[in-house]
């Protein structure tokens, strides 16, 4: 947008966008808006339309645009501007009043904020907005004085670590002042909160926000008039529910708790708080008893945060007063547990969770006795949460609810099911399922946590499995579909029990069997069915054909495609175990069911139907599993047995690549049979290897379907070790270089096509693994370095991470293996690369750590430096100089930048490293610095 629009225009265009009907125009409108936000003529007109305010919807968008451009815009105004945008801000902020919008007034205060971080000529702003707005703009001012931490602890705006500390520093001299303001204020809005919800919150919250970031020190806080407030409110037993100001109480406490466990020496402050959360029992029980759910979750996580603040003192100090601790913070934690709602529950799961890896990281057993009896606690209690309605009928749908919360129980029993045993623990459920008064939701919720430890069960126990085994084997009919099922779903937990018991498969099999007919159990039959089957296969090869005759009728059960595909895994399994010839029988049999049908579709010419039986994809994704999991010990040079089946398969494939060629996802599908047909066949398959690339490469080169490129590099990683092979590979990766550039070409290309970026960069890394040098002397490898320097800012995950690889095995290539005749070759050649991209590889990966990638992103870039190091330290650590002298650098005027000492700290620092792990840490500190 060249020029500034009208206002009129504008007020146009908000109009169109929040009241016309017409989707079409709402589009339009928002698309010429969005245009307009980008422009350098948005900061006038929002202050215009701000200073106007004609309407609600254009004061909005004026608050929210203005708020945008000094979030993202920053940059666009020149410093001598900024003062005159502080004071427009301040006058539009003085400006409200009581029935100003609150979503204008956030906006508005965002907008300040946002501008006071950045704005490094303004010092101790809060104090200038307390002295501004305390006598008249109290509502306002809380809310700046609120979201100012929040920003600068955000990733929002790129402050870069200097001025973060700058401005935390700044806070901690403004903070005296602050605890003054609002404990002025808690003090004026004091005689009836009821009246003065809001303000309350807002007070609660900005103390909350300053003492997040460590501005209010917790030295002398237990006196402190806000926090005592919050017990008052809390603690408030007859009052009626203060909805968002016991929120506000409960985030303000949270946040003190959970400061304790970094300031870990407050002792007044800790006992001050401990005290006072323990007398909020009381305060539970009676929201427990009013049916106030939302308060009985509050308490929750405040005593759920006072356990978890204590945990380390507790784990760590065996003294009588950490003792107290635990015995009284966890107490409090298990009578929310035993709420009666599983919500509740929950809350606490994360507590479990740490405190199981701590004491399994101490392995410390007479610490693990001390917890025992709480976690014995703990698992009767969500036993209990697992019960199912009593009147219901059937089964939990997927996507329910509760039927989602029972499986994070699941997982959480797994994980703390060694502090008591899980031997135990099974034993315990067993002597609930043998109460005779038992009812059947009762019976279910102890089959479902033995389900969740069967597998930790010693296979040699005796005493109790037999019997539960036993006693689902004796199921009656008329029993619950649920206990069915769960029962069903133990059995296959059992797979290892019973492979240590094979006298017990032939019954459990027929049970099994029997219960893949049913509705609903069906599906819980066909997984156990694939654990039994693949734990056991050695003892399952004799039961193949009753196996194959299930597998003909599979599709006449109710069970889902994925549930057939476990069944099938499961049978492959069998298949490695089983005599060569009688392998192959039945390889050829259960191969050929799914390509048959395949076959009928393709000369019937039918439309695929997604997740039918007309859908080739349902079929291709049965094949790829039974080729994936078939897995044969051969001796050296020994021919495949199953090799003439899957030569067979392959045209049936061949014709499917040409049948689908236009459809991706029946083309991935097709692709993942190939790949796990080359995998299973391994280098035996060159009869049709020219036949397959000739045929990838044409259609690669119509519709560049990234998954060919991922087959491409399995025929690299499989056939590349063979000379006679060699150069074949090299034309099909010249093939697909072509068309797979000009995608990359286009505008945002590399963005754009994340996926082909990845697989066409693993195909590059594979054949630098497997045949190094005729790649290295090829004419296609400066096209790929130049692309793989161009995707380097790449913030895709897995597509950068290809990337990285490339360039990782194309370094490591020069100088690992130094005994090995080629190692001359390799070196010479990896050097004369390095010489002409090096500096460019170097500067790129420091780019793009520090303005491009996220985090997590990093160890990958640090990969490739540790391994230039290694080939060449010294000349590495003088491309590394360079690259850091191109990097912004902090100055008077700038706020996101790290200083020339800080630079030179963390160039010392990766130059004299030897492991990625360092690297790493020091890119990470390099990053903040502009971030």
Known sequence: ?????????????????????????????????????????????????????????????????????????????????????????????????????????????????????????????????????????????????????????????????????????????????????????SNLYAGNIQDNVQVNVKILRCFTSWIS?????????????????????????????LGTLHDAATDCICMLLQCLEDNNNQHQLESFLFNNVVQLEVSYHISVANEDQEKSMNFCRIFTELAESFLEKIINNSSREAYHFAVKALDLVLICVGHHDYEVAEITFNLWYVLSEELYQKNNKDMTELFKPYVERLITALCRHCQMEPDHEGLLEDGDDFKDFRSKVSDLIKDV???????????????????????????????????????????????????????????????HAAVRYTSVMLLGELCEWV????????????????????????????????????TCNVHMARHMPFLLQI??????????????????????AILGCMPANDMVVAFREVCFIQTNALCQLMEHNRSPSKGTKTDPGLWLDRLSSVLRNVHVKLKSDEEHPCKPVVLEVWPVLS?????????????????????????????????????????????????????????????????????????????????????TFRLFQEDSGLRNHPDTVDDFFRLCARFMQRAPIPLLQSTVLNPILQCALSACTLDHKEANTSVMKFLYDLISTGHIGKLQSDWNTRNNLVKNILQEFGQQIVSNLIQACVFYLHSYMLCEVSDVLVELLHFNREVTQKWLMNAFDSLPKQNNGGINAASPQQLKDIYTTISKSDTSKAITHALKDLTRFYR
């Open 551 to 572: 597998l003909h009728q599979v599709d006449t059960f109710d069970i889902s495609n994925n549930a057939v595909i476990g069944l099938l895994r499961g049978t492959a």
């Open 655 to 739: 014709k499917a690549f040409d049948r689908y060629q236009s459809d991706v996802r029946i083309m991935e599908r097709c692709c993942r049979c190939v790949r796990f047909m080359l995998r299973c066949i391994s280098q035996q398959m060159k009869e049709i290897l020219e036949n397959l690339v000739r045929q990838i490469i044409i259609i690669y080169g119509t519709y560049k379907h990234s998954c060919l490129l991922y087959v491409g590099s399995i025929l690299v990683d499989e056939y590349a070790t063979d000379v006679n092979c060699v150069q074949g590979l090299l034309d099909m990766m010249n093939a697909f270089i072509e068309p």
């Open 1 to 185: 947008m060249e020029e500034k629009p009208s206002l009129d225009l504008v007020y146009l265009a908000v109009s169109a966008l929040f009241d016309n009907p017409n989707a079409s125009e709402n589009e339009k409108a928002s698309q010429w808006l969005g245009n307009l936000q980008k422009s350098v003529h948005a900061w006038t007109v929002a202050d215009e339309l701000l200073h106007h305010k004609k309407d609600l919807q254009s004061c909005y968008f004026g608050a929210q645009t203005m708020r945008s451009k000094i979030q993202n815009s920053f940059h666009e105004l020149p410093q001598e501007a900024h003062s005159s945008l502080r004071d427009s801000l301040v006058e539009h902020i003085s400006q409200i009043n009581e029935s100003t919008n609150t979503v204008i007034v956030t906006q508005l205060c965002l907008a300040l904020a946002d501008l006071t971080l950045q704005m490094t000529s303004w010092k101790r702003a809060p104090l200038d907005l307390i002295s501004k707005f305390s006598q008249s703009n109290v509502w306002p001012l809380l809310e700046i004085l609120t979201v100012l931490p929040e920003e600068v602890e955000g990733r929002a705006i790129r402050l870069g670590e200097n001025r973060r500390q700058e401005l935390l520093e700044e806070f901690r001299q403004c903070a005296t002042t602050i605890d003054q303001f609002l404990t002025h204020c």
């Open 417 to 479: 099911v060694f502090i008591v045993g899980s031997s135990n623990c099974f034993r315990q459920m067993f002597m609930n399922l043998q109460n005779p008064n038992a009812t059947w939701d009762q019976s279910e919720a102890s089959l479902y946590v033995m389900q969740a430890v069967a597998k930790n069960v010693l296979p040699v126990e005796n005493e109790v499995v037999p019997k539960v085994v036993e006693a689902i084997l004796n199921i009656q009919g008329q029993t």
């Open 499 to 534: 492979e240590k018991h094979p006298d017990t498969l032939d019954p459990i099999l027929h049970f099994l069997v029997s219960s893949l007919p049913q509705p609903g159990i069906s599906a819980a039959s066909a997984a156990a069915l694939q654990n039994i089957c693949t």
């Open 213 to 241: 970031i460590g501005a209010i020190l917790l030295q002398n806080l237990n006196e402190n008039v806000v926090i005592v407030r919050a017990f008052q409110i809390l603690d408030a037993k007859n009052e009626a529910s």
